[in-house]
C-alpha cells in the first residue's frame, strides 16, 4: 500500500437489504403559509434527514404512501396515508441509546409531551420512530398516558 491510499471499511447500513423502494412516488412537501409582509419574518432552514427517507421507505413497503412534511409547527415530519386509515410518525434520531420509553422521554421531553397531549385529540395513530446506533430502529406508539413500545411492528402496521 502506498502512502497515498487508505483502508477502506465496509459501512453498516441501517436500513435492512430487504427493504428497497420498489416503485417511485412523489413526495409531497407541506409548507406552512407564510406572510412574506411581516416584519418578523425569518428564513427558516430544512435539513434532508437520512433517517426521515428511511422511515419513509418502510412504510412504502408495507402499503402507505408517504407524505413528508416540510417545516411543520407540529412535531411530526412524515405522515403515512392508507385507505385503513394515517399514521402520523416522528422520526428522529438519537446517538445515545433509546432502549426504552423512558429514555425516549428523557431525551425528547417537550416533543414526546406534545405529541401525548395531542394523541387524545386526533383520530390517527400517533408513533415515534427512533433510531440510535446502539439500538437501531425502535417504534413507540403515543398514548395520552404515554408510551408504548411496539412488539408487533411491521404487523401493526399492516
Same mark, same amino acid.
Given at each position: 500500500?502506498?502512502?497515498?491510499?487508505?483502508?477502506?471499511?465496509?459501512?453498516? $447500513?441501517?436500513?435492512?437489504?430487504?427493504?428497497?423502494?420498489?416503485?417511485?412516488?412523489?413526495?409531497?412537501?407541506?409548507?406552512?403559509?407564510?406572510?412574506?409582509?411581516?416584519?418578523?419574518?425569518?428564513?427558516?432552514?430544512? %435539513?434532508?434527514?437520512?433517517?426521515? =427517507?428511511?422511515?419513509?421507505?418502510?412504510?412504502?413497503? =408495507?402499503? *402507505?404512501?408517504?407524505?413528508?412534511?416540510?417545516?411543520?409547527?407540529?412535531?411530526?415530519?412524515?405522515?403515512?396515508? /392508507?385507505?385503513?386509515? @394515517?399514521?402520523?410518525?416522528?422520526?428522529?434520531?438519537?446517538?445515545?441509546?433509546?432502549?426504552?420509553?423512558?429514555?425516549?422521554?428523557?431525551?425528547?421531553?417537550? /416533543?414526546?409531551? *406534545?405529541? %401525548?397531549?395531542?394523541?387524545?385529540?386526533?383520530?390517527?395513530?400517533?408513533?415515534?420512530?427512533? *433510531?440510535?446506533?446502539?439500538?437501531?430502529?425502535? *417504534?413507540?406508539?403515543?398514548?395520552?398516558?404515554?408510551? %408504548?413500545?411496539?412488539?408487533?411492528?411491521? $404487523? @401493526?402496521?399492516?
Amino acid at each position: 500500500m502506498t502512502s497515498g491510499q487508505r483502508n477502506t471499511v465496509p459501512v453498516q $447500513r441501517r436500513k435492512p437489504a430487504g427493504i428497497v423502494r420498489k416503485r417511485t412516488e412523489t413526495d409531497v412537501i407541506v409548507h406552512p403559509p407564510v406572510d412574506v409582509t411581516s416584519e418578523d419574518v425569518q428564513p427558516s432552514r430544512t %435539513r434532508n434527514n437520512p433517517i426521515v =427517507y428511511e422511515a419513509m421507505d418502510l412504510l412504502l413497503t =408495507y402499503g *402507505y404512501l408517504p407524505v413528508r412534511l416540510s417545516e411543520p409547527k407540529i412535531p411530526i415530519n412524515i405522515i403515512g396515508m /392508507k385507505k385503513s386509515g @394515517s399514521l402520523l410518525i416522528l422520526a428522529l434520531r438519537s446517538r445515545l441509546p433509546v432502549p426504552s420509553a423512558a429514555k425516549l422521554r428523557e431525551l425528547f421531553t417537550g /416533543k414526546v409531551d *406534545y405529541l %401525548r397531549g395531542m394523541a387524545g385529540k386526533v383520530k390517527d395513530r400517533i408513533m415515534i420512530w427512533v *433510531y440510535s446506533p446502539a439500538c437501531g430502529w425502535r *417504534y413507540y406508539f403515543v398514548y395520552p398516558g404515554g408510551l %408504548r413500545f411496539d412488539l408487533d411492528f411491521p $404487523r @401493526s402496521l399492516e
